[in-house]
């Protein structure tokens, strides 16, 4: 099982990111994915999560209204667009696999970590 995020980078505040996770298709496509984040001295933080067949989305009262998860299993691929950002978003991002078919926001529910990606937001 793997997971492989990638998208990261250096952005401008009011920039956008689009975050992409692939992973092996024997579990993608039965599984809630999901994008955590870390900065510095932080504990890990839930993002946003999405279920195996893309409903049931979820959002982190901080980047709702600018963030969109999506997927697409045909191409055993998680996204996160973000939009808007701030520099208080900036962090290394994770992508997560759930034991279920749905997302949560709980970070124990989640069973195969991606190695994260960076994105740095400056003012």
């Known amino acids: 099982v793997q997971l492989q995020a990638s998208g990261g980078g250096l952005v401008q505040a009011g920039g956008s990111l689009r975050l992409s996770c692939a992973a092996s298709?024997?579990?993608?496509?039965?599984?809630?994915m999901g994008w955590f984040r870390q900065a510095p001295g932080n504990e890990r933080e839930f993002v946003a999560s999405?279920?195996?067949?893309?409903?049931?989305?979820l959002y982190s009262e901080s980047v709702k209204g600018r963030f969109t998860i999506s997927r697409d299993n045909a191409k055993n691929t998680l996204y996160l667009q973000m939009n808007n950002l701030k520099p208080e978003d900036t962090a290394v991002y994770y992508c997560?696999?759930?034991?279920?078919?749905?997302?949560?926001?709980?970070?124990?529910?989640?069973?195969?970590w991606g190695q994260g990606t960076q994105v740095t937001v400056s003012s």
């Open positions: 997560a696999a759930n034991r279920g078919a749905i997302g949560s926001i709980t970070i124990s529910s989640y069973t195969y």
């Open positions: 298709r024997r579990m993608f496509n039965n599984n809630g």
């Open positions: 999405i279920g195996w067949n893309g409903d049931n989305k």
